[in-house]
């Protein structure tokens, strides 16, 4: 069964410290990694994508992708207050039709 | 640039009603349309996937249903609703043949 696993939490981060989360996958065929956000009451949206192997960075946030270990992780630099929510991590399934499979989740809150 | 809307915002319903849930987007032609639901405290359950007009697929037998009559109009259904079908509702959309979903809103269902 295809799976998508994230530590639910609460990771508790101080503020201006980097937040660091982790999310592993079963399917090695996935190509496609999404990190998204969810505020509390609200729906996901998207932080980043990835692809490839490596580090992409955009602003405060780093996506990191280890296909040989099925890892990918999410590091915000500079944590701030309003980092504080919900994050998800969704993976491609292939030849679904463009369907994701999603993790739990992992609750993060910055402390000021 | 594309927009989804869904309404209602928030529905409190007694055991046994009818649902109707819909989901409009705009912007884009012959978007994959998504259903998810998502329980308190939990991660995304995807209920129906929709790649074309007519083009429903159901990923959890249940009592609910979908359609798709419109090209940018998706619509969740329940003839009856249980009580386990409260949750928070959300219908996502993604390019054509691209798998990077974004979210409406959402609706916040309560059955009683």
């Known amino acids: 069964q295809k799976e998508v696993e994230q530590n639910s939490g609460p990771l508790s981060v101080p503020e201006g410290a980097i937040a660091s989360l982790n999310c592993t996958y079963s399917?090695?065929?996935?190509?496609?990694f999404f990190w998204y956000r969810q505020y509390s009451g609200k729906s996901p949206e998207l932080i980043m994508s990835?692809?490839s192997n490596g580090d992409k960075e955009d602003g405060r946030f780093t996506a990191q992708l280890n296909k040989a270990s099925q890892y990918v992780s999410l590091l915000i630099r500079d944590s701030q207050p309003s980092d504080s929510a919900t994050y998800l991590c969704?993976?491609?399934?292939?030849?679904?039709?463009?369907?994701?499979?999603w993790g739990a989740g992992t609750k993060l809150i910055i402390k000021p | 640039s594309q927009t989804i809307h869904q309404w209602p915002a928030t529905l409190v319903q007694p055991v046994g009603s009818p649902l109707s849930l819909e989901c409009t987007v705009e912007?884009?032609?012959?978007?994959?349309l998504y259903w998810y639901r998502q329980a308190a405290g939990r991660g995304l359950q995807l209920l129906f996937y929709?790649?074309?007009?007519?083009?429903i697929s159901s990923e959890v037998p249940q009592n609910l249903s979908a359609s798709r009559p419109q090209d940018w109009q998706f619509i969740l259904s329940s003839k009856k609703l249980l009580l386990s079908d409260s949750g928070f509702y959300l219908c996502?959309?993604?390019?054509?043949?691209?798998?990077?979903?974004?979210f409406g809103p959402g609706t916040r269902l309560t059955v009683l």
């Open positions: 996502a959309w993604s390019y054509e043949r691209e798998d990077t979903q974004y």
């Open positions: 912007g884009t032609s012959n978007p994959n």
């Open positions: 929709s790649v074309g007009i007519g083009q």
């Open positions: 399917d090695r065929g996935s190509q496609s």
């Open positions: 990835i692809y």
């Open positions: 969704a993976v491609n399934i292939p030849d679904s039709n463009y369907q994701l499979i």
